[in-house]
């Protein structure tokens, strides 16, 4: 499984949200967005959490 964790590009964000300065971290499970962050701990934290279930799965088909 790829799971990645990106910061967002100021393009794909309101003008808004960049002019108040807000940041988002995106994770992706195989190129889809699963979640949306404004800290990026929390989306590591996250990716951690994905990957973890990920491999829980895999031993218990194995």
């Given at each position: 499984?790829?799971?990645?964790?990106?910061?967002?590009?100021?393009?794909?964000?309101?003008?808004?949200?960049?002019?108040?300065?807000?940041?988002?971290?995106?994770?992706?499970?195989?190129?889809?967005?699963v979640?949306?962050?404004?800290?990026?701990?929390?989306?590591?934290?996250?990716?951690?959490?994905?990957?973890l279930?990920?491999?829980?799965?895999?031993?218990?088909?194995?």
């Amino acid at each position: 499984m790829t799971v990645k964790v990106t910061e967002r590009d100021d393009s794909h964000m309101s003008h808004e949200g960049v002019a108040a300065g807000v940041r988002i971290w995106d994770v992706h499970q195989q190129d889809l967005l699963v979640g949306m962050f404004h800290n990026e701990i929390d989306a590591h934290n996250y990716k951690a959490e994905l990957e973890l279930q990920e491999q829980k799965r895999e031993m218990s088909a194995g």
